[in-house]
């Protein structure tokens, strides 16, 4: 492959899966700017290495498991800014009146609230299997896990989430009475 056929295959793939991937550096990382940063080494990377992707893994995977072990190894290299960012509010205007607009943002603030609390292999296994739709295969590819594993986490991870959610609707109804 030369180089202008390199180039243009990452920009196709950076136009397709650059949200996405943002998206999911954010939620591990909680600091925007950096995630910014990883996800264009991200793509840099898949520039330099492209010669090593095989067509067994969808690009998407590939570039996802990049993107988690370049996350990875900046948790090894030192501790991130805390930053929160909700990408579950992104939502288009679909006709629904104001009040279900601030319960829907409420809702999706708790929700991402509750994940990002979460200890990092369940915050992991539930950001790629239910909000960017990976599949069991997928997700164990990008995370270096086995299918069973991939399983069992995300079981865990969701009753996780709901013992969170719970508790902060617990919190919630504590504050309103």
Same mark, same amino acid.
């Given at each position: ?85 909700? !990408? ?23 929700i991402t609230k509750a994940i990002l609390s979460l200890k990092k292999a369940y915050k992991e296994v539930i950001v790629? $299997?239910?909000?960017?739709? !990976? ?41 309103? $009475?």
């Amino acid at each position: 492959m030369i180089d202008r056929d390199k180039k243009d295959l990452i920009e196709e793939w950076y136009d397709q899966f650059s949200e996405p991937i943002i998206k999911y550096i954010v939620l591990m990382t909680k600091d925007y700017q950096l995630a910014e940063d990883i996800m264009q080494e991200t793509f840099i990377r898949a520039y330099r290495t492209i010669a090593t992707y095989r067509n067994e893994a969808s690009p998407k995977t590939w570039l996802f498991r990049i993107a988690h072990n370049l996350t990875v190894d900046y948790f090894r290299m030192k501790k991130p800014t805390i930053q929160e960012m909700n !990408f579950f509010t992104r939502y288009k205007d679909n006709g629904i009146g104001p009040d279900d607009q601030v319960y829907i943002k409420e809702k999706s603030q708790q929700i991402t609230k509750a994940i990002l609390s979460l200890k990092k292999a369940y915050k992991e296994v539930i950001v790629l $299997r239910k909000v960017h739709h !990976f599949n069991t295969k997928e997700t164990a590819e990008i995370l270096n896990w086995s299918d069973s594993k991939v399983k069992s986490k995300l079981k865990q991870a969701l009753k996780a989430l709901e013992k969170q959610l719970e508790k902060e609707d617990g919190k919630h109804y504590a504050k309103a $009475r």
